[in-house]
């Protein structure tokens, strides 16, 4: 198998776009005054992050049933253990992040109610003291999510343009039916 399913094709792309909103909305609402708006805005924020801790959920589940290609035989050992590590560093994160914003905001005591709809129950009681180290947790991690998001499409790239393999590429959506039928 030298490209992934069409499955974790879709699920790696979508949960890149939405880490990246989700990041970028975070970044932006943190410093916006206290207002109808920059709660509605942390709304948003929150129902994203409860559709990512749940795609990351299926993702991870898809992955444990289906493995993905190997890695090109000339690629250095070291940057194999990289690429693993990098790998399972952002699956905890895509589980991590999330949670830590749901418990960040129990121990606020700002319930999350998905979509406006459905009340997600509270993880913990209302602690200012544990709600704002949680604040400080939940930024911290999403720091080291850019930070290895950035590594990873750097590497990416970097196998792409300078080593010209098919890293990139077994990733890439297909777009023409020629090659679907490949």
């Known amino acids: 198998m030298t490209r992934y399913t069409g499955t974790a094709i879709a699920l790696h792309w979508l949960m890149a ?5 989700i990041c970028g909305v975070g970044l ?4 916006l005054p206290l ?3 920059k709660l509605q805005i942390y709304s948003w924020h929150k129902w994203a992050g409860v559709t990512a801790f749940l795609l990351a959920l299926v993702r991870i589940a898809w992955r444990a049933r289906h493995r993905p290609p190997a890695l090109p035989v000339a690629m250095p050992h070291w940057q194999q253990i990289a690429a693993h590590g990098g790998h399972a560093l952002l699956y905890v994160l895509m589980v ?23 009340p997600i129950p ?9 709600g704002d180290l949680l604040r400080d947790v939940h930024a911290t991690l ?8 950035a590594g990873h ?15 990139l590429t077994r990733m890439a959506p297909r777009h023409s039916r020629k090659e679907q039928s490949a």
């Open 96 to 118: 991590a992040i999330p949670l830590t914003g749901w418990l960040m905001s129990s121990a606020k005591g700002f319930q999350t109610v998905y979509f406006g709809v459905l």
């Open 142 to 149: 999403n720091y080291l999510m850019i930070a290895i998001v």
């Open 35 to 37: 207002s109808p708006t």
């Open 122 to 130: 509270d993880l913990l009681a209302k602690d200012k003291e544990l």
């Open 28 to 31: 932006y609402m943190t410093g």
């Open 153 to 167: 499409v750097g590497a990416a790239l970097k196998h792409h343009f300078i080593d010209r393999d098919d890293i």
């Open 17 to 21: 776009i939405l880490i990246l909103g």
